[in-house]
């Protein structure tokens, strides 16, 4: 049973910084991406920043500069350094993870229950 635990969510100020950390438990093969998506009320869930297993990453414009990802493959987490944030970084965020579960070829993609980001003026 494959399980994706969230830590690290709540209120900041601007300007201010949250960090956010997600592990995977459970059996399994092996990850090949993690990464955090966000999701505002009424909006579609939009991909924040992920990393590979080798720790090539990828960020959306709105985060760059500001948000670094990070992997420590052998504790299984992926964790969201969210430093100079601002309002529009209010929102709900959501670890994915691909994980080979089935077989060591088969990856599927499994999502955390969400942890909120609250981001005051």
């Known amino acids: 049973q494959v399980e994706l635990v969230e830590s690290g969510g709540g209120s900041a100020q601007a300007g201010g910084s949250l960090r956010l950390s997600c592990t995977v438990s459970?059996?399994?093969?092996?990850?090949?991406?993690m990464g955090w998506y966000r999701q505002g009320p009424g909006d579609q869930r939009v991909l924040v920043a992920h990393?590979?297993?080798?720790?090539?990453?990828n960020y959306d414009d709105s985060v760059k500069g500001r948000f670094t990802i990070s992997r420590d493959n052998a504790k299984n987490t992926v964790s969201l350094q969210m430093d100079s944030l601002k309002p529009e970084d209010t929102s709900v965020y959501y670890c994915?993870?691909?994980?080979?579960?089935?077989?060591?070829?088969?990856?599927?993609?499994?999502w955390g229950p969400g942890t909120q980001v609250t981001v005051s003026s």
């Open positions: 994915n993870a691909d994980i080979a579960i089935q077989s060591a070829t088969h990856y599927v993609s499994k």
């Open positions: 459970g059996s399994f093969f092996s990850i090949q991406y």
């Open positions: 990393a590979s297993r080798s720790g090539r990453t």
